[in-house]
């Protein structure tokens, strides 16, 4: 199966709103409920942000938000801050095995 | 706290193998099914297999059956994952990823990654 498809970066001003983008088929997006996304700082542990789609793990913040249409799932982070910059990916379940996007960087301007 | 510490970075010649360490703190890996995941240089993540609750199944990605071996030792709370017949395909980095509990179809506890260079 190919990888879920993510934009490379996206960037923003701090305050500002953003949404990353995460398309895949109708064989595992589309199918499932079972996309989550994950924010990677370098050299730390990705952090679990959102999963079954909409939903946010204790601790994290409100400013993060995931959504799916179809065959694309979104994740949304309102209220931009520094720390935010750091790479995101998502992923998705299907028959077979978790299927993850190909990550995108998040600059702060 | 609740962590997953991985084994340090390697440097491995073709045609080797590699093992490589995911040890537990504040939880049981008893209690978790884990995963290996694994990103090349400036690819995605790349799902590798998951080993289950009991430690005695495994599940691989049909690309690395015959070549991975995940285990489990409950009395060090560690998983292993052991890749053979090493090329340079193979560097990458290489993370344990521990899978949400109760049917959860997610990951809620990484590891910071082991990187394991082919050359």
């Known amino acids: 199966q190919s990888a879920l498809t993510q934009p490379a970066s996206v960037s923003g001003s701090p305050g500002q709103s953003i949404t990353i983008s995460c398309n895949g088929t109708?064989?595992?997006?589309?199918?499932?409920?079972?996309v989550s996304w994950y924010q990677h700082h370098p050299d730390r542990a990705p952090t679990l942000l959102i999963y079954?789609?909409?939903h946010r793990p204790s601790g994290v913040s409100l400013r993060f938000s995931g959504s799916k249409s179809g065959n694309v799932a979104s994740l949304t982070i309102s209220g931009l801050q520094a720390d935010d910059e750091a790479d995101y990916f998502c992923?998705?379940?299907?028959?077979?095995?978790?299927?993850f996007g190909g990550g995108t960087k998040l600059t702060v301007l | 706290q609740v962590q997953l510490e991985q084994s340090g970075a390697e440097v491995k010649r073709p045609g080797a193998s590699m093992k490589i360490s995911c040890k537990a703190s504040g939880h049981s890996v008893a209690n978790f099914y884990m995963h290996w995941v694994r990103q090349a240089p400036g690819q995605g993540l790349e799902w590798m297999g998951i080993i289950n609750l009991s430690g005695v199944t495994a599940h691989y990605a049909q690309k690395f059956q015959g070549r991975v071996t995940m285990t489990r030792d409950t009395s060090s709370n560690t998983v292993y994952m052991e890749l053979a017949s090493l090329t340079s395909d193979d560097t990458a980095i290489y993370y344990c990823a521990r899978k949400a509990g109760t049917g959860g179809r997610h990951f809620d506890l990484w590891g910071r990654g082991t990187l394991i260079t082919v050359s």
């Open positions: 109708n064989s595992d997006i589309g199918a499932y409920d079972y």
């Open positions: 992923c998705s379940y299907t028959s077979f095995s978790p299927l």
């Open positions: 079954d789609v909409t």
